[in-house]
């Protein structure tokens, strides 16, 4: 199925592991031009070259950022088009904000996670909107949680973060929709990346039980009976950027293999 990307350039936020890897693969194997960023340079180099390893004749360039940070954002955004052109479509994500009560959430813990976790996403947008909406095409899809739907125990900090994100992202949608430009959420589910890994971690430790039961315990929640594989997010993801999806816009997408109670 041509998705119609094809020399589209493509910018995958926090992409040298986890759900951002697994994303800026499945693009550069549809031919975009894809660029790839994060804040350690080592994991970087490896990404970039699997990355490239996949690419179906697009372009794959890698930049080491700090998405807290709103000048290493805009010289990532101004780099990118340097080099690969306009951004056309942006995927942003970012890693979690760190798990923990109401009581365990400091005002620096709530602090980093509000810059980390949504300004992130607002400083990557604002910085590629204006080229979107002189050519009259843009995709951009931001990697939430399904706790859009339910708050997820434990997570404080996320829960909270994630609809602020998800606000923003649905008022911003019906602003841009003129310009040939949509803009949706993409709510992961348990997945098997090293963050699901970290916070399931947590979880056992606040249970009193092993990370080997936590994750025996999260797949029994899960109709399915399994984890997602990062893959199978990140093909989500690329069918949102794609022409097919082109009247989906203002959407929170849940994808958990079922696990969500609410509609």
Same mark, same amino acid.
Request: proline share 5%.
């Given at each position: ?81 340097? $080099?690969?052109? *306009?951004?056309? &479509?942006? /995927?942003? +994500?970012? @890693?979690?904000? =760190? ?75 019906? $602003?841009?929709? *003129?310009?040939? &430009?949509? /803009?949706? +959420?993409? @709510?992961?589910? =348990? ?73």
């Amino acid at each position: 199925m041509d998705l119609g990307i094809a020399g589209k350039v493509a910018l995958v936020g926090a992409s040298a592991n986890g759900l951002g890897l697994a994303t800026a693969e499945r693009f550069a194997m549809e031919g975009c031009d894809v660029a790839i960023c994060d804040v350690n340079a080592a994991a970087l180099d490896a990404a970039r070259e699997r990355v490239a390893g996949a690419a179906a004749g697009g372009r794959v360039q890698g930049w080491q950022v700090d998405l807290r940070d709103a000048s290493s954002i805009e010289r990532l955004v101004s780099s990118v088009t340097e $080099e690969l052109g *306009p951004v056309d &479509i942006l /995927v942003t +994500n970012s @890693g979690g904000p =760190p798990p923990g009560s109401f009581e365990d959430s400091t005002d620096a813990k709530w602090q980093l996670s509000f810059e980390l976790t949504f300004l992130s996403a607002v400083r990557l947008i604002r910085g590629v909107l204006p080229g979107m909406k002189e050519r009259k095409w843009g995709r951009i899809v931001n990697f939430t949680s399904r706790a859009l739907r339910e708050p997820i125990p434990n997570l404080m900090l996320s829960n909270a973060i994630r609809l602020a994100v998800a606000g923003m992202a649905k008022t911003l949608a019906a $602003e841009v929709a *003129p310009y040939g &430009i949509t /803009v949706n +959420n993409l @709510g992961p589910g =348990p997945t098997s990346t090293d963050r699901a890994l970290e916070l399931a971690a947590a979880r056992a430790a606040k249970k009193g039980i092993s990370l080997d039961d936590e994750l025996k315990a999260t797949e029994s929640r899960i109709p399915r009976g399994r984890m997602a594989r990062p893959e199978e997010q990140a093909a989500v993801a690329v069918f949102l950027a794609s022409e097919m999806a082109s009247h989906i816009t203002g959407a929170g997408l849940i994808v958990d293999g079922g696990e969500t109670g609410s509609l």
